[in-house]
């Protein structure tokens, strides 16, 4: 019962801010310390999802959450997202505790599906698919772009209008600009 009213209330809440949530399935939990900014949007089609968003997230305005089936979303503790961030989640997105993520920052774990032989065709309704995982005490900076199969280590700052779609070590700082530097913390 108490589950129930605590999901009432979030959609509520959600509903409050001009924000938009689609249909929650039984394998969501969400902390009640859960911020959300006016304007976000949380799709959730399908009921075939693990979702798991911990105490002390933070989802400025503007931004928005998707999901699809068979999708698993984790967001540890004390993480925070800035303006207009996107998450769209078909496989795997785990971000870990004490991350503050950027204004505009974009995280896909999927990309379309496409042929080159004989003649360039991508599908719209296909896609590779790959986790994403960002560790504990990171800054991802403004308008970073984080593509599928990236693994981010603990303790790493990303410099703002980067295109990561390499694995970062932990203990490291990519810069913004040219191709991906590295420097060791």
Known sequence: M???SFK????RLIRRNGASLFPVGRLIKISP???VGKY???NIPNTDIDVLIEDNVIFKEFCSILIFSKGRLKI???VFFNNYCSINC???IKIGQNTIIGEGVKIYDHNHSYDIIPVLKIYPDKF???SVFIGENCWIGSNVTILKGVTIGDNVIIGANNLIHKSIPSNTIIKSGASIIIDYI
Do not use: A, H, P
């Not at 009432?8 to 959609?11: C, G």
């Open 90 to 92: 078909l496989f795997e």
């Open 40 to 42: 976000v949007n949380i």
């Open 8 to 11: 009432n209330r979030i959609i």
């Open 128 to 130: 590779s698919l790959g």
């Open 33 to 35: 310390d859960f911020v």
């Open 2 to 4: 108490m589950l129930k």
């Open 76 to 78: 540890e503790k004390n």
